[in-house]
């Protein structure tokens, strides 16, 4: 089944604790992304890959750090988690094509950062 | 900078009510607009993809339209029924920097 795949789906941890939120996708998209989602902000991205070793900010990139060794996968980094990044996140991926592709999204992530 | 803007944020509506969510953004050089659905806590799930040199899209009891040149997406749905009840979200694909913008959503509940 063509999915993208994040763990783990819910994670409370303490003021600066580093951590990894993984993503993987297996439909050999090229274009993957990350977002947060809070109440009354709606889906903000916060970095994105056109490909592999090529990454880029998005619009609330601070704090955050992401990475892309491979293809399939897009790991979300926290090095020092601060109370404020307390949200629900969410990757998601897409074919470069973005004219005639649209995004497919994982289950999310629900951070809690104490 | 491109916006996306969805009205109204909740609505309320019977059961096999004809209903038509709208989405409005400022900035027409995008590669499409795509229209999601999202359950409380959950992820998203995408219903229609309307490429910019598309008008419109139909899938089953779901209707998206879009006019690029007045910036509006409306999203139409026939007969809605008590689990359309969801957030409905739309997401524009900005050719500018490949970013994805979305709307803040709009709340839908179809009541029996």
């Known amino acids: 089944e063509a999915q993208v795949t994040q763990n783990p789906r819910y994670l409370i941890t303490v003021t600066g604790k580093k951590l990894t939120v993984t993503c993987s996708q297996n439909?050999?998209?090229?274009?993957m992304s990350w977002y947060r989602q809070d109440p009354g902000l709606g889906l903000r991205q916060i970095y994105y890959?056109?490909?592999?070793?090529?990454?880029d900010k998005g619009d609330v990139p601070e704090g955050y750090k992401v990475s892309r060794k491979e293809k399939r996968n897009f790991p979300l980094i926290l090095e020092s988690p601060s109370p404020n990044q307390t949200s629900l996140y969410f990757c998601?991926?897409?074919?470069?094509?973005?004219?005639?592709?649209?995004?497919?999204f994982g289950s999310g992530t629900r951070l809690t950062v104490v | 900078k491109q916006e996306v803007t969805q009205i109204p944020a909740a609505l309320s509506v019977p059961e096999g009510e004809n209903l038509v969510l709208n989405c409005s953004f400022t900035?027409?050089?995008?590669?499409?607009l795509q229209w999601f659905r999202q359950d409380p806590g959950k992820g998203l799930t995408s219903l229609l993809l309307i490429q910019s040199s598309q008008r419109e899209q139909t899938s089953g009891r779901l209707n998206a339209s879009l006019d690029k040149s007045s910036g509006r997406s409306t999203l139409y749905i026939a007969a809605s029924q008590p689990g359309d009840s969801a957030t409905y979200l739309c997401?524009?694909?900005?050719?500018?920097?490949?970013?994805?913008?979305f709307g803040a959503g709009t709340r839908l509940f179809v009541k029996a």
């Open positions: 890959s056109m490909n592999v070793e090529v990454t």
């Open positions: 439909m050999n998209h090229e274009y």
């Open positions: 997401a524009v694909a900005h050719t500018g920097g490949f970013k994805t913008i």
């Open positions: 900035d027409s050089a995008i590669y499409n």
């Open positions: 998601a991926s897409s074919r470069s094509d973005r004219a005639n592709y649209g995004y497919t």
